[in-house]
């Protein structure tokens, strides 16, 4: 079992960066994909980036390739989302998840962050 806890979410503007992290609480990190994902209000929650385990594979959705980046330092048991040239239509609550199995499949991932928001003005 991990704990996952994100931080990083803000008010931003359109064109900036920010950075998002994940922090887990467990043990076997390394052995573990992580993804995030977003959701906004009615819709449903779409995962967005993907690592596996040792960091060596990604996925991205096409709505954030190119523009994300997803990495992870497992001797500090964290995950980070990049996210440039943000656009208004990033905005959203976004969720790190955790989970065995494939990295770019939503179904791997059983285990939740609580959110954190992310806005960008127009």
Same mark, same amino acid.
């Given at each position: 079992q991990l704990q996952l806890v994100?931080?990083?979410?803000?008010?931003?503007?359109?064109?900036?960066?920010? +950075?998002?992290?994940?922090?887990?609480? =467990? !043990?076997?990190? /390394?052995?573990?994909?992580?993804?995030?994902?977003?959701? @906004?209000? #009615? +819709?449903?929650?779409?995962?967005?980036? =993907? !690592?596996?385990? /040792?960091?060596?594979?990604?996925?991205?959705?096409?709505? @954030?390739? #190119? +523009?994300?980046?997803?990495?992870?330092?497992?001797?500090?048991?964290?995950?980070?989302?990049?996210?440039?040239?943000?656009?208004?239509?990033?905005?959203?609550v976004y969720y790190c998840a955790?989970?065995?199995?494939?990295?770019?499949?939503?179904?791997?991932?059983?285990?939740?962050?609580?959110?954190?928001?992310?806005?960008?003005?127009?």
């Amino acid at each position: 079992q991990l704990q996952l806890v994100e931080s990083g979410g803000k008010l931003v503007q359109a064109g900036d960066s920010l +950075r998002l992290s994940c922090a887990a609480d =467990g !043990i076997a990190f /390394s052995t573990y994909a992580v993804g995030w994902f977003r959701q @906004v209000p #009615g +819709r449903k929650r779409r995962q967005i980036a =993907g !690592i596996n385990g /040792s960091g060596t594979n990604t996925y991205y959705s096409t709505s @954030v390739e #190119g +523009r994300f980046t997803i990495f992870r330092d497992n001797a500090k048991n964290m995950v980070s989302l990049q996210m440039d040239s943000l656009k208004p239509e990033d905005t959203a609550v976004y969720y790190c998840a955790a989970g065995r199995g494939q990295y770019g499949s939503p179904e791997t991932y059983t285990q939740w962050g609580q959110g954190t928001q992310v806005t960008v003005s127009s």
